[in-house]
């Protein structure tokens, strides 16, 4: 009895212990898996389709993505059909007449997830034609950024009948067929009739399966076959269309006495000057998105009265006309001056206005404690460079008296002052280049070496034949190598253009980024074709 006791004892303080322990259900295994699709109403593949209703039915609850913008469905509708979900049933219903003797495709995106944890249905594609048979023929590519060669998702691929087709067909008209990039830039038109096509890539911001004209675009300059084995694998280059013409004038104002400022777009050569043959500076600064701006400084003029300039930009003569307003506030003479300086480098001292007289006995350059000479070289009037072959583990001070500079409004400069701690030349990396231009070519090549994010450009060269080029003291890091076909010899970039039929340029990388550590010495081959 003592014994039983125990063990009912026993038995009864487990009991107690679990009870007053509180545990959260696991609530089961998480869903991993997407719907399964079970039937399709009518069936996929199906012919003489003549409804204006296709049903899906899954083994699960579904929930829909974003419909309107993941569902594909080509040739594109006018009205965008009605996507309704039932549960487990998906019903597509379409609010116009289907056209005849045409293959449909549907292709669903990641429109579908089940309703749990939104498991996303991939590569799901319906197909079915309003006549006796499929169509079978299909298109595939890549569209890449024509700058970076990088691949391009979510871009809407369009084809176009070649018949009636001109510059505005791709702004009025949707596609008749079309097909979206995957995250690899991949696309894929299928289930096409043979025939040929334009085809026209855009970033379709605005979801209106038409390209806007501040839309990025790509396109090939000659027709397709959907029948041809050869256009298979196509690849586009997308670019951002240019915002205006080369060289045009965007703005011109003026806001301080006798300076006018002028906004040109792209420009590869430029020269303002008034009119009354005044002397006159000309200032120019680059800007982003190839808008730069250009200053012209000019002598005195009556405030409110008309001022005309003579302006050759881009090869292309024209005269500019500004208003001199009643000025307030007059400009600042300010400049600023390098901040760190490397081994190969010069010191610069950049000007907001132009600079009228230099007063070198107010310029001290000292190395330690000591007193040394330099060269002084004014490259324009809005620039000066200190030349100075630099030691290394050296340290070097600039000093700027006051009214070392008189500006272009008779204003004198203030005192600034800069240190330089030189590094070693350890601390750096050697780089030579041996490219090899493989074909003989008419125009140059730009060769660059990039940071890896490609923001800076560190150097650039032209390239017409073989040759070796070598860089001492350069920073460590990782560089990209990449050079450009400069077909109009104008040495920068130059965008494609649709209403031209022009490509942009060609664009290629070394295959591998360069790695350079400090106390290293790296050559390189680069194979230019």
Known sequence: MRSKFAIYVTFGVLMLSSCAQIVNPTGGERDLTAPEILTTSPRNKSTNFSKNTIQFKFNEFLQLNNPG???????????????????????IKFKESLIPNTTY???????????????LVKDFVCVFSTGDVIDSNYLTG??????????????TVGL????????????????????????????????????NFNIIAFKDENKNLKNEVNEAVAFLPTAVNSADSNDRNLILKL???????????????????????FVVYQPTYVNIKPVNNNKSYLKHVKGNQGIDTFYVFT????????????ALINNNNTELIVRQKVIYKQSKPTFTITKQLELNDTIKINFTNPLLKIDTTRIKLFKDSL????????????????????DEKTTYKLFINDSAFMDYYNQYSKQEKMVYAMKAKKDYANLILH??????????????LLSSDEKTVHYQFNITKNQDINLENVLPGVYKVKYIYDTNNNGIWDNGDINTNTQPEKVKYLNQNLTLKAYWDLEQSVLIE
């Open 69 to 91: 913008e993941q569902i594909i469905i080509s040739p594109p509708l006018e009205n965008k059909p009605e996507f309704i979900n039932k549960g487990r049933l998906l019903e």
């Open 160 to 195: 176009y009948q070649i018949e009636g087709f001109n510059d505005s067909t791709i702004i009025k008209s949707k596609p008749i067929y079309m097909s979206k990039t995957n995250e690899n830039g991949l696309f894929s038109i299928n289930n096409l009739p043979t025939d």
């Open 371 to 390: 007193n040394i000479n330099y060269k002084l070289l004014k490259v324009n009037d809005f620039e000066l460079n200190i030349i100075y072959k630099w």
């Open 435 to 448: 490219v090899k231009v493989t074909k003989n070519i008419t125009h140059p090549y730009l060769l660059q």
């Open 239 to 261: 670019f951002k269309p240019n915002l205006y013409k080369p060289g045009r004038v965007i703005d011109t104002f003026n806001r301080e006495p006798d300076k006018f400022v």
């Open 142 to 155: 890549k569209i890449e950024n024509a700058f970076t060669n990088q691949p391009e998702s979510g871009i």
């Open 299 to 310: 002598s005195t003029q009556k405030s409110d009265s008309i001022i005309k300039f003579s």
């Open 105 to 119: 495709t549907i292709n669903f995106g990641n429109a579908i997830g089940d309703n749990k944890e939104n498991n």
